[in-house]
């Protein structure tokens, strides 16, 4: 009864996470969900694009073919948005950045085939921000050195409490937005799908291709932007 | 008055708190308001730059979008998982 609302909105609008299998690790109880699902069909996807596109460019003397234009054309813009927002000093993060670009992407992209998008599970979302977080950090540290716990005083002692905090939010404001924009579309999408079913054909294409497509493209965007913008302030520019 | 359960008033507030925290949509879309309009005279004025003029408008808008996704969590979290049914 206490559930109540949450399970008839459920049954009408399905876009929870269902468990599809309980497993006993530990002594705790673990669902596999259909995130698990469908983070496991982008992760092949991903990796068998990668692996065609290492087997198929592994002689290119010839003409470069239509494929080795698409791939070069990806890794190029990929490369180019590292280049110009962080410069020189971008280059050891091209890999990090494509990847959580590319991963991003797919994921936003997977309500289009009828998947959950796993950026739409907080799980995930937060896993993406605390690598970014850590990420920042380390190299705070090995660029600054001390200076990386000194600035947390500045410009005065007083402010400590406040830099913390926000150095501590990072990663929690770059998983919401993420979250809750992916989150906000598979919603909006499931209520049409399940509240409107007796009128909903060709229409809900146009609502995909804002919610998914554009929606889901600016978030990645943003994303990686916003990775690279905290790495970059933490980075001296004459390195 | 008496046929109302504990059970249905704090669903019955949460729905409606859940509501109201929606106001916050308000701030956001001013706040991209006012971003497109300075990117569009910022493109009027400067045709030649308007690939770093939309970047960073998108970026800047993202970022304002912040607070009303922080409402919608609010919302959210009041109709499907609620900290306060479990208090009673």
């Known amino acids: 009864m206490g559930n109540s609302l949450g399970v008839v ?16 690790i530990l002594g705790q109880e673990v669902y596999l969900t259909t995130t698990h699902v469908s983070l496991l069909i982008i992760c092949v996807a991903l990796i068998l694009i990668a692996l065609v596109a290492r087997i198929k460019l592994k002689d290119t003397n010839e003409k470069p073919s239509r494929f080795q234009n698409a791939m070069e054309l990806v890794v190029e813009m990929l490369d180019g948005m590292v280049a110009s927002s962080m410069g020189k000093k971008g280059a050891p993060f091209r890999n990090y950045i494509g990847v959580l670009f590319l991963f991003i992407l797919f994921s936003n992209l997977s309500g289009l085939l009828g998947l959950r998008p796993p950026t739409a599970d907080y799980g995930v979302t937060l896993g993406l921000g605390l690598i970014t977080f850590f990420l920042v950090q380390v190299n705070n540290i090995r660029y600054n050195k001390f200076g990386a716990f000194t600035e947390l005083f500045q410009p005065i002692p007083l402010l400590f409490p406040i830099n913390l905090i926000g150095e501590i939010a990072t990663p929690f404001s770059l998983s919401l937005r993420l ?16 509240l409107l079913y007796k009128i909903a054909f060709f229409w809900p294409g146009i609502l995909h291709v804002y919610f998914d497509v554009f929606s889901g493209a600016i978030q990645t965007y943003v994303f990686c932007m916003l990775t690279m913008v905290f790495i970059g302030n933490k980075i001296p520019d004459k390195n | 008055m008496s046929n109302i359960t504990n059970e249905g008033l704090v669903l019955a507030f949460s729905a409606l708190g859940a509501g109201i925290a929606m106001i916050a949509g308000l701030g956001p879309g001013i706040g991209q308001g006012h971003a497109a309009a300075a990117g569009a005279e910022a493109v009027g004025r400067n045709p030649g730059a308007k690939g770093d003029i939309m970047s960073t408008m998108l970026l800047g808008q993202a970022v304002a979008e912040t607070t009303g996704l922080y409402s919608l969590v609010v919302a959210l979290i009041l109709i499907f998982a609620n900290p306060l049914v479990g208090k009673l």
């Open chain 1, 9 to 24: 909105a459920a049954k009408e609008a399905d876009f929870m996470i269902h468990n599809l299998l309980k497993l006993k």
């Open chain 1, 179 to 194: 979250f809750g924009n992916v989150l906000a579309g598979t919603v909006i999408m499931a209520l049409v799908y399940g």
